[in-house]
């Protein structure tokens, strides 16, 4: 089945460091790849997406990039600020109708940033 | 983006007793829902799919009779956990989307804890 896997935490860095979040999936096809966030005490926000091979995501900041060769997705972000302090969630949607579009989620990051 | 909300955000009930858990999209009309459960520091754990009208959809291994779904409109599903014990204890989580390959929106998340 459908899986993803995340680089564990919880990762501390110091403002303006260069953070990398590293994420592979397993799945079959071509799934659309997420990045969401959860802030404390709030729900996931979507972060960035790709839908497809070789496509770039980015918002805030944030980037990843859709690597089928390495079956990778990995969330970077140049210089880190406290504000980014949040869990993070790689997930991965087959795209499909039989697999209902359902989300599939690595097991999350907790950043804190410090100033 | 659109707003999801849950109500209520946290509840404290005894073993025994059955809660309800409402999720409402605020803005859209939406189609599909989606319920996971949250372990502490763990991944969300898709519970259920719903469509408008039909009956849930249940991921293998979650209680179908326990964990009762209803998708009666286009803005409001709600989860029923029937006799409730302290193992139900969880972050619940709703996300609403149209359907299809389409974004979800998640709700902010419904603490319960079972004494």
């Known amino acids: 089945g459908d899986s993803v896997t995340q680089m564990e935490g919880p990762v501390t860095l110091s403002e303006e460091a260069f953070l990398t979040i590293n994420c592979t999936y397993t799945?079959?096809?071509?799934?659309?790849l997420f990045w969401y966030v959860q802030y404390p005490g709030e729900g996931l926000q979507l972060l960035l997406k790709a839908t497809k091979a070789d496509d770039k995501g980015s918002n805030k900041g944030f980037e990843a990039t859709y690597r089928k060769e390495t079956t990778s997705f990995h969330l970077e972000k140049g210089s880190v600020q406290v504000s980014d302090s949040a869990v993070y969630f790689c997930a991965l949607r087959r795209n499909s109708g039989g697999s209902n579009y359902k989300l599939t989620f690595g097991k999350g990051t907790l950043l804190t940033v410090n100033p | 983006g659109a707003v999801v909300s849950q109500h209520p955000s946290w509840v404290i009930c005894k073993s025994g007793t059955s809660v309800k858990i409402e999720c409402r999209s605020l803005?859209?009309?939406?189609?599909?829902m989606f319920w996971y459960r949250q372990f502490p520091k763990q991944s969300l754990m898709l519970m259920a799919t719903?469509?408008?009208?039909?009956?849930?959809?249940?991921e293998q291994g979650v209680e179908k009779d326990k964990f009762l779904i209803n998708h009666a409109s286009l803005t409001l599903s709600t989860l029923t956990v029937t006799s409730a014990h302290p193992e139900d204890s969880s972050f619940y989580i709703c996300?609403?989307?149209?359907?299809?390959?389409?974004?979800?929106?998640f709700g902010p998340g419904t603490r319960l804890t079972v004494t």
């Open positions: 996300s609403a989307s149209l359907a299809g390959p389409y974004e979800q929106y």
């Open positions: 803005d859209f009309q939406a189609t599909t």
């Open positions: 719903s469509n408008e009208g039909s009956k849930a959809t249940y």
């Open positions: 799945a079959t096809g071509y799934p659309s």
